[in-house]
């Protein structure tokens, strides 16, 4: 690996170390979606093992997604997994027939979920009361004593 590619592998780390839990979810979804649209690169390539590789870790996404939900809170949560079960379901059929018709019916579904909760979360954030600055602090710091008895 070079040194550029590991700084940006570093950088990944830091971003999603960092995130805040929507940005995460976006991440996921860009992530699946990106795995996705290269298997269908490969399907025009006709390199099964790429479009293997690509589905696979497309679904590893997605399941990492619902594996998040905690579907013992309500019905959202629950019809979440289904939407997020049948995106795997589309992965799973390309997979086994190397076709792209399947992808590009998940990648359309993926791009509005993804849209949606980014949508979700930019509300939220314009939403949350803005944090005040926290108050001037002496010019000298902490290390100014006060004597005086």
Avoid at 81 to 89: A, G, W
Avoid at 122 to 137: C, F, H, N, S, T
Wanted: hydrophobic share 40%; with cysteine; proline share 3%.
């Amino acid at each position: 690996m070079t040194n550029s590619a590991t700084e940006s592998d570093a950088y990944k780390k830091v971003d999603v170390q960092t995130a805040s839990q929507g940005k995460l979810i976006v991440m996921l979804f860009n992530g699946a979606i990106q795995r996705a649209e290269e298997a269908k690169r490969q399907i025009d390539k006709g390199s099964t093992e790429g479009v293997h590789n690509n589905l696979i870790r497309a679904q590893e996404i997605v399941a990492e997604l619902r594996s998040s939900l905690n579907v013992k809170a309500g019905e959202i949560a629950q019809n979440l997994d289904r939407i997020y079960e049948y995106f795997q379901h589309l992965l799973v059929k390309a997979n086994l027939r190397k076709t792209g018709a399947p992808i590009d019916e998940c990648v359309e579904l993926m791009t509005e979920m993804r849209d949606t909760w980014q949508e979700l979360f930019d509300k939220i954030q314009r939403e949350q009361p803005l944090v005040q600055a926290p108050p001037k602090m002496d010019p000298h710091g902490a290390a100014v004593m006060n004597m005086q008895g």
